[in-house]
């Protein structure tokens, strides 16, 4: 029997190129931008919020099986989880793809969308990040003070409140960055076909808002949980108040020969016919 195939030969599209051409005034300003998008500080946040993220996931590695049951370290999971997500994205990866375009050229705007995209991702796990860490750190200062007073809780409280004094800053170096960056991209061209016609990066935060209240931008008044949160950390953890006693199978094997020994034996008399 006969098989009839088909086959619709088309022909391959054209790569696609992430670069264009722009006057060298505008390409420089636009490079300026795109490289102090990320400052310093930023970045060592970031390193830092990766720290307490791996420090958090072994901790409730080794304290599993004694919280198994426990609201409080379910939540710190749930932490590990938002800082993993953030460390997938890669933002610094992302810029340094996006500065890689200006050496023939200009990156295109499909570039700066997908750019734009990731940033304004990271920005979301990070406001996600700020409210759920501080609300477990108001849960652990409950849990102190019902009497609970382990010393997992003393450096829970102060891996998290120092996760929520991070992306707290994170949020507001990312949220200016981002406010930046959209102007940005909407004086890209596209290039080819056009795969996002008629798009925009949104406006997802209201800034006005934010830039009216002084206290949040002020570098010197911080808001902290709890008195020292750093004092909590460089304490060492209380010793446990019972010692686990060590296994010893030989005493026990003895100790059921003795038993053996001193048993009474119980005869049964036989009947006699």
């Known amino acids: 029997m006969n098989n009839c195939c088909y086959q619709v030969v088309l022909p391959k599209p054209k790569p696609l190129s992430i670069r264009t051409t722009f006057s060298k005034e505008k390409l420089h300003k636009i490079e300026n931008i795109i490289k ?4 310093i500080q930023a970045t060592n946040d970031l390193k830092k919020l990766f720290d307490e993220g791996a420090l ?8 599993k099986k004694k919280f198994r049951g ?6 710190l999971k749930q932490v590990t989880v938002l800082i993993k997500k953030l460390y997938q994205l890669n933002i610094p990866e992302v810029i340094l793809n996006l500065l890689s375009a200006f050496e023939n050229g200009m990156p295109t705007k499909q570039a700066g969308q997908w750019s734009g995209t990731r940033i304004l991702a990271a920005l979301h796990l990070i406001d996600r ?7 477990i750190a108001q849960l652990i200062v409950k849990v102190l003070q019902n009497g609970q007073c382990w010393s997992e809780m003393n450096i829970a409280l102060a ?6 004094i991070l992306s707290k800053a994170l949020y507001k170096s990312f949220l200016r960055s981002y406010n930046r960056y959209r102007p940005v991209v909407n004086q890209l061209k596209m290039a080819g076909s056009e795969w996002l016609p008629n798009f925009e990066l949104p406006e997802c935060f209201n800034s006005s808002l934010i830039e009216n209240d002084k206290k949040y931008f002020s570098s010197s008044e911080s808001e902290e949980l709890v008195e020292n949160p750093g004092s909590v950390m ?4 209380e010793p446990e108040s019972f010692v686990k006693k060590r296994k010893r199978p030989g005493k026990q094997i003895r100790m059921l020969q003795e038993k053996r020994k001193h048993k009474i034996k119980v005869v049964k ?5």
Do not use: Y
Request: glycine content about 2%.
């Open 36 to 39: 102090t998008l990320i400052t």
């Open 56 to 63: 958090i996931s072994r901790m409730c590695c080794k304290v």
């Open 70 to 75: 426990e609201k409080l370290f379910r939540r």
């Open 129 to 135: 990040l700020q409210q759920f860490s501080k609300g």
């Open 159 to 164: 891996m998290v409140s120092r996760v929520w």
């Open 234 to 237: 460089c304490r060492k953890p």
């Open 269 to 273: 008399k036989q009947k006699c016919i």
